[in-house]
Nanobody, 123 residues
Framework: EVQLQASGGGLVQPGGSLKLSCAAS????????IGWFRQAPGKEREAVSC????????YYADSVKGRFTISRDNANDMVYLQMNTLQPEDAAVYYC????????????????WGQGTQVTVSS
């Protein structure tokens, strides 16, 4: 059974940090690019950051460049998203997803999806 289990969300104040984790199982993890997507209330789901299967190519949405860092640990089938200087506009449910074809910011390219983890940014 394929699983992508996102965790690490929570409540932080503006300017704070969180590190999200995505634990993968049930597929050949190092054959897949992984993307982090988020969806805020009333908005469409959008790509936040993506990383290729080797971990040597990354993508960041303009809104998070310089603040977020994606990484992966293929030995442990894990992907991370370090989020710094969080702002209220970053509040959303964050999802990790897997794509066997190539690194992509297009959510239609992702075959497997997790259930997401809630990030709340509030004073």
């Amino acid at each position: 059974e394929v699983q992508l289990q996102a965790s690490g969300g929570g409540l932080v104040q503006p300017g704070g940090s969180l590190k999200l984790s995505c634990a993968a199982s049930g597929f050949t993890f190092d054959d897949y690019a992984i993307g982090w997507f988020r969806q805020a209330p009333g908005k469409e789901r959008e790509a936040v950051s993506c990383i290729n299967n080797r971990g040597d190519t990354t993508y960041y949405a303009d809104s998070v460049k310089g603040r977020f860092t994606i990484s992966r640990d293929n030995a442990n089938d894990m992907v991370y998203l370090q989020m710094n200087t969080l702002q209220p506009e970053d509040a959303a449910v964050y999802y990790c997803a897997a794509n066997q074809e190539f690194i992509s910011a297009r959510q239609a390219d992702y075959e497997y999806w997790g259930q997401g983890t809630q990030v709340t940014v509030s004073s």
